[in-house]
């Protein structure tokens, strides 16, 4: 009897081997960020999911060249080695008020900006294309350039194709606009000088009239696209009856030109509202995840509110021309996705119009440009941050100003606890490396413990909270580390689950990395 139960003994699994791997969340060594609820099981305390707006800082450019306007937008931008560039299609409204009819009207074009760091940028003159008898300018696409396709330059986005087997002449590419009504591509070798690649719409049912964008989704060896529709009515080459809502419609590729798997985006407890553009993109932190930056259009109609907004005699010549140009508001919103179609979207703004100033709150402002870089901080050797961009001053005058916008790095959603604290506890999760990092920010008071736990939610010997001296400070990457060290590797493969104890402190992002050993450190105690 003692023999059979000594074998038993000796063959019975612990918690963490005998937790089915198969029902956990297998997250390898990516980078999660904290910015839905796929992973957390429980939330207590005080402990919530905290949406951070970015910082407003400099006007980078203003659309004030003769060619450009009050009307510039759908900006794409990206870093490309030492250069950020930025795609723009440039036109004027003379419908905004006496300061917008000063400028003449003139066509739609693409034009291109760069920069060395991301915060100052300038118009090369590329000497492509002529304006008013000159061609120092920094147009790239004219209708005439596109005239083969009726391509459309106001309706653009250029992305650099991340597809290791994209050929070089095609290494750029832009989707524009086009007849028979569609969505074309077209490419180039520089990301300057664009041509037609193919004659032929690649993707049909849509109404198109936004940024219309796709990539190359490194996680799934596919393309991906983004458009305009809407919800009902018609709106295509022949018929243009739009009903219902502006909406978001995807689909995938593998080679960027034979599209399949239309789906129209979900979203989890949010409203139906309009979304102008979607600016979706994989995160470059965390490929895996998609994020978008849709501008949410609401006409507000005529109220006290509304007439007590800035700019009312410029409001009011506006809605001559069509009534929701005088009375829609646009601002900025931030959601996210595991699959391209289900979006976790925050229904509260992520940009909102901002203090009353002269030309706020106006339709076609808080436009997120689609893409975001990292620049370095004011803040002496601090981490660098990322940059976004976005509109102001649409319609207003003669030029619309370009605003960068900084956010710390994975800083969209933190995980949130006041003083008294707060938790939180996750599924189960299968992880691989040795160390565990947390992109973190303390008050000087304030504190992060994380205990380790087996699936069924028992805390493992020498992972416990207890185990865990208080972390605090604010870095991108702070080892965890137990009173016997931070190497996690006996732990590597199996069913665990991870709870996190906060206070006064903030919690963007986690990550299993490889082993590093615990670094020496003085001791304070000794006698000099």
């Not at 003159?125 to 790239?140: A, D, P, R, Y």
């Not at 596919?222 to 022949?238: K, L």
């Not at 507000?300 to 409001?315: D, I, V």
């Not at 995980?415 to 707060?422: D, N, V």
């Amino acid at each position: 009897m003692r023999s059979l139960l000594a074998l038993l003994l000796l063959t019975a699994a612990s918690p963490l081997d005998a937790a089915d791997p198969g029902s956990a969340i297998a997250i390898g060594d990516r980078r999660e960020l904290l910015v839905d609820h796929f992973l957390v099981d429980k939330l207590s305390g005080g402990a919530r999911l905290q949406l951070h707006p970015p910082v407003p800082r400099e006007i980078v450019l203003r659309s004030d060249a003769p060619w450009e306007g009050n009307a510039c937008g759908y900006h794409s931008v990206f870093q490309d080695g030492e250069i950020y560039r930025m795609y723009y299609h440039g036109g004027h409204y003379r419908h905004g008020g006496k300061p917008a009819e000063t400028r003449p009207v003139h066509p739609w074009f693409l034009c291109y900006a760069e920069s060395n760091d991301g915060i100052h940028w300038r118009r090369p003159e590329l000497g492509l294309f002529e304006f008013e008898g000159s061609k120092k300018n920094n147009i790239i696409l004219t209708p005439e350039s596109v005239a083969a396709i009726g391509g459309d330059p106001a309706h653009t986005a250029v992305f650099k194709d991340a597809n290791p087997d994209c050929p070089a002449d095609a290494r750029y590419k832009c989707v524009i606009v086009g007849k028979p009504h569609g969505l074309y591509l077209l490419k180039s070798a520089d990301g300057i000088r664009f041509s037609v690649g193919g004659e032929k719409p690649v993707i049909t049912r849509g109404a198109f009239d936004s940024e219309n964008l796709a990539f190359w989704d490194p996680v799934r060896k596919e393309y991906r696209a983004y458009w305009r529709i809407f919800t009902a009515g018609v709106a295509d080459g022949t018929t243009w009856k739009p009903e219902g809502i502006r909406a978001i419609r995807t689909a995938t590729s593998k080679d960027s030109l034979t599209w399949s798997g239309e789906a129209d985006l979900q979203y989890v407890d949010s409203p139906p509202q309009q979304l102008y553009t979607n600016q979706i993109q994989p995160y470059y932190r965390a490929p895996h995840i998609f994020m978008g930056f849709p501008m949410r259009y609401t006409d507000r109609g005529w109220s006290e509110s509304m007439m007590a907004l800035p700019g009312l005699e410029e409001r009011l010549a506006r809605s001559k021309a069509s009534p929701r140009y005088g009375t829609a508001i646009t601002d900025g919103l931030f959601m996210t996705s595991r699959d391209g179609v289900l979006f976790h979207r925050w229904n509260e703004a992520f940009l909102r119009p901002g203090p009353r100033r002269q030309g706020s709150w106006v339709y076609g402002d808080n436009m997120i440009f689609w893409g975001m870089v990292e620049t370095a901080s004011a803040l002496g050797d601090a981490p660098n941050e990322l940059s976004l961009y976005a509109s102001e001053d649409y319609w207003q005058g003669g030029a619309v100003s370009f605003r960068r916008l900084t956010l710390r790095i994975d800083g969209f959603v933190s995980l949130c606890a006041p003083a008294r604290g707060g938790e939180l506890v996750t599924k189960p999760l299968v992880f691989d490396g040795g160390n565990l990092t947390l992109n973190a920010a303390t008050s000087g008071a304030g504190s992060i413990q994380v205990e380790i736990q087996d699936g069924e939610g028992k805390p493992v010997p020498g992972y416990a909270l207890a185990d865990c001296p208080e972390l605090f400070g604010d870095d991108l990457a702070l080892v965890v580390r137990w009173r016997k060290g931070g190497d996690v590797r006996p732990l590597c493969g199996k069913t665990v689950r991870l709870r996190f104890v906060l206070n006064d402190a903030d919690l963007y992002a986690f990550q299993f990395v490889p082993y590093q050993p615990d670094p020496a450190r003085p001791d304070p105690s000794a006698k000099p």
